[in-house]
């Protein structure tokens, strides 16, 4: 078990650009999800999948990012046209269904710099 | 907007002594639980307290749950000052599947 994997660690745009991020859960953990994280902040959700599925989205999730979790394994997301205001830390987290335990295992994190 | 709201905001203690930290939330949950962050990292969930529940131990931390105050407390005996770090809570409302964060005490541990 080689925990949460996030990659890029770190990403260094110009606004306007588009990126993507990718996160490798845990590989028998069903569902995922994308957490935004600002300096002082807790974690804001973006979104979760369970399996393949997306089966919520937060309305902070503008038109501008889009997730995916094709195969139900690993997970992109895509900013596109980013602005200063997408500099954060992206962090992916992992759970197993079962019972009434969600416990979410993190990854390292992806931090966003939109210069 | 975050549902948790974590008190105080930041805690500055001696190593040795006890630090406790409260958390309050407006939904109703199915479970509530406290994570650690150190410095610029990722998240390390600590205990999970389910809503039927009302005190939890896990070796040096103690979790209390409220329920009817929408309220919950960590407390780490004995800190050492590797404690030293933001933490947590997050709760899962009944209605979907969001976890939602608070805002985090920021907890320094002198040596």
């Known amino acids: 078990d080689t925990g949460v994997s996030q990659d890029p660690r770190h990403k260094i745009t110009k606004r306007g650009q588009n990126v993507t991020f990718r996160c490798d859960p845990i590989s028998e953990h069903n569902r995922l999800y994308w957490y935004r994280q600002t300096l002082g902040q807790g974690p804001e959700f973006l979104t979760y999948?369970?399996?393949?599925?997306?089966?919520?989205k937060s309305r902070l999730l503008s038109d501008r990012f889009s997730a995916e979790r094709p195969k139900g394994s690993f997970s992109t997301l895509e900013i596109q046209r980013t602005e200063q205001g997408d500099s954060a830390m992206y962090l992916c987290?992992?759970?197993?269904?079962?019972?009434?335990?969600?416990?979410?295992?993190f990854g390292p994190g992806t931090r966003l710099l939109v210069l | 907007s975050q549902q948790g709201e974590e008190d105080p905001q930041a805690l500055s203690i001696q190593e040795g002594e006890n630090a406790t930290m409260n958390c309050s939330y407006k939904t109703s949950i199915n479970n509530l639980q406290w994570y650690r962050q150190n410095s610029g990292r990722g998240l390390v969930h600590l205990i999970l307290i389910r809503s039927n529940e009302r005190e939890k131990h896990s070796g040096r931390l103690r979790v209390t749950l409220d329920t009817s105050k929408k309220s919950s407390s960590l407390l780490i005996t004995a800190s050492r000052a590797a404690d030293t770090a933001s933490y947590f809570c997050a709760t899962d409302d009944t209605g979907g599947f969001k976890t939602i964060f608070g805002a985090g005490t920021r907890l320094f541990v002198k040596a």
């Open positions: 999948f369970q399996n393949e599925a997306q089966l919520e």
């Open positions: 987290a992992s759970s197993l269904t079962g019972g009434m335990s969600k416990t979410q295992y």
